[in-house]
């Protein structure tokens, strides 16, 4: 709450994730492999933890979080996590200093609705600017915004950056209910028209 008070712009939920949706948004981590897995929007760890439960000691962690509060809890309950107090927008660059190349999987925490239309292009075009060719993106939206402005422009954008988006059954578990999209093979440049716009393709579910 005190959080949210402090930035309602970058802290959009009253309370942590609930296990149902935590466990439905890690879904897309692998339970074999090395795979590096980047959490976007840490927040206080409520997927942080899922993750760590599916990797199993395995691959790697790559957390980020702007609220420099937060990022001290998840240090000192995470230690095994490679935790960057940073902007999402500079994913590459975060990548790079750590000597990665592509994510395999990408977990976001984000407040989509909070943010400028602006900002969540600079945000999924790091996504995908970042996300191995057959690697996965998981968000999440609340079931209650699924038909606001906001969430409509969120589903767009997703379609027009990745070959599938498949959402989610509503988790009525969590407080507030909330659904998961699911995204797999990343367009990487954005199509253009011959106008030069962008060409949002829809793949259907």
Known sequence: MREFLRAP???????PSGRPLSEAVTATVPRTGEPLVVELGAGTGAFTAAIQQRL???????AIEINARFAERLVARYPGVDL????????????????????DVIVSGLPWAAFTPGRQDD????VTDSLAPDGAFTTFAYAHTRWAPPALRL????????????PSRTLWANLPPAFVY?????RTPLPTSASG???????QP
């Open 123 to 126: 945000l999924l075009d790091a």
């Open 56 to 62: 199993t000691g395995r691959g790697r962690h790559l």
């Open 84 to 103: 960057a107090v940073a902007d999402a927008r500079g994913l590459r660059d975060i990548l790079t200093q750590r000597g990665h190349d592509r994510a």
């Open 9 to 15: 712009f970058t802290v959009a939920a009253l309370t």
């Open 182 to 186: 699911y995204c797999r093979r990343p």
């Open 155 to 166: 589903r767009r954008m997703l379609r027009a950056r990745f070959e599938e988006v498949v």
């Open 197 to 203: 716009s962008t060409n949002e393709r829809v793949s």
